[in-house]
């Protein structure tokens, strides 16, 4: 899975002489909270919801309403965004990404190649994914198995279920610490889940959970 295929093209961003009350209300309109800076179409910095916060006068100062304006008026993105961005690239995997997020601790990577945006990956787009990738409403049946992590049994389970003319559309291993491992398979269309949980268990193979999933749009 790379980046490319689950990054967010449209990019809203400003330039460094945007203001801050300019690039706040751009966040509030289009219910963003971290813009890019770019100049001369290479990436600059970043401003997010905190940084502006932190540029923002205390509810504890003595200004006015007007001084307070005045200020975010004329204070510019390019004296408080974060310089040291953390960006990726367009061809890393969509892992790499999680990884860089994780680490860093936050929520949104420029993805940059040559000194081009192409668009951003934030972690919405990551949750998205997940829930393609888990097969996470398609109307069909969804299997769980527990069994021993050895060379086979996903070619077994996969095998039964052809046998049936059933289509896969997603499967999903998760290494459990225990030595076994979970698979989870989204089958297509309407099944019989009574029959099918039959013939796994006349084959030696103990079904967790099936259970009839739902269309929803992600």
Known sequence: ?????????KVVYISPDTT???????MRDQKLHRLPV??????????????IAEA?????????????????????VKDVMIHDVVTVSKYASLEDATYLMLKNKIGILPVVDNEQVYGVITDRDIFKAFLEVSGYGEEGVRMRFVTE?????????????????LNISNTVNIPRKDGKIVIEVQIDGNVDMAALKAKFEEHGIEV???????AKVL
């Open 208 to 214: 967790a959970e099936i259970t009839r999933t739902s």
């Open 56 to 76: 923002s006068p205390s509810k504890a100062t003595s200004l006015s309403i007007y001084e307070m304006n005045y200020l975010l008026n004329k204070t510019k």
């Open 20 to 26: 801050i009350a300019h690039a706040a209300d751009i």
């Open 1 to 9: 899975m790379a980046v490319k295929d689950f990054m967010t093209r």
């Open 38 to 51: 770019i100049e001369n179409d290479k990436l600059v910095g970043l401003v997010t919801e905190g940084t």
């Open 149 to 165: 992590d050895k060379v086979g049994v996903l070619a077994k389970i996969v095998t039964l279920i052809v046998e049936e003319n």
